[in-house]
C-alpha cells in the first residue's frame, strides 16, 4: 500500500503498483504535510504537518469499523 497526500486536507491510500485508490482518509486538522511513514507492520499511518504536529491513523481500527458496515478493502494493512 502507499500513502499520497493529494491535498493538506486529504491522503489516498492506493495500489503501488496500479495505483488503483484503496481508501480515502481525511486530516482532522487541514496542514500542510511534511511527510508520511506506515508503521512497520502497516497498521498505522502517521502524517507529519508543517507546523510541528503529527496526525496518526490507526488503519486496522479503520478497516473493522468499515468492515462492519460491508466496505473493507480487500488486501491486509501494509501489504
Not at 496500479?18 to 507492520?41: G, K, N, Q, Y
Not at 497498521?43 to 458496515?69: F, P, Y
Not at 460491508?70 to 501489504?79: N, R, T, V, Y
Amino acid at each position: 500500500m502507499l500513502a499520497i497526500a493529494r491535498s493538506s486536507a486529504d491522503i489516498v491510500l492506493v495500489k503501488p503498483t496500479t495505483l488503483e485508490p484503496i481508501a480515502e482518509l481525511r486530516s482532522p486538522e487541514p496542514v500542510f504535510l511534511s511527510w508520511l511513514a506506515f508503521s512497520r507492520d502497516g497498521s498505522q499511518l502517521a502524517a507529519a504537518t508543517l507546523n510541528g504536529k503529527i496526525q496518526l491513523w490507526d488503519l486496522g481500527l479503520i478497516r473493522h469499523r468499515l468492515a462492519e458496515m460491508g466496505l473493507d478493502w480487500q488486501s491486509p494493512p501494509g501489504k
